[in-house]
């Protein structure tokens, strides 16, 4: 319903923000990890998680989308819901979390106050697949003088091969930055020095 909320930062703490959007002041719910990136801002911009029961309705804010499509993996566990999804987020950052999932780190999500043993193994159970396929991550796109469909068959080639589609991306990028105009080849050979 909402995809995100812009304007002026009213008040903010560790674990929610008001913005002033238009005359009217949204308290939103955010992770430690968000309130880290808007602590200093006297604006801000949040993507949003509507959060809707019949008794309640609330609003989580991220800073990413990124942040918040991890969000939304985390919930969709049984067991985990919206509280024990947003302190997972402030007690790990986005990369530690879905580095702990693939590399089935149980002693790591298990040390977020709330989260015990078997809901840790359920998270790893249920998640590991979709992060390493690239869930979590907010399509990315690479702003740069290459033919897409060249980026797109070397991330095609280096999901396959097992790697985190944030990784690839983020490599990818570092690439083209240095190299604009390279082929798949040399992309794909890059990428697998580097990742």
Known sequence: MYEYIKGQIIEITPTNAVIDCGGLGFNILISLQTYDKLKSDSEGKLFIY???REDDEQLYGFATKDERE????LISVNGVG?????????????????NAIIGEDVHKIKSVKGIGLKTAQRIILDLKDKIVKGGGVDSVSINIGTDTKIIEEATFALLSLGFTKANITKIINDILKSSPQAGIEYIIKEALKRL
Do not use: I, T, Y
């Open 82 to 98: 919206v509280g024990s999804a947003r302190m997972m987020l402030s007690s790990l950052s986005d990369e530690e979390l879905r």
């Open 70 to 73: 991890l969000f939304k993996l």
């Open 50 to 52: 509507h959060h809707l």
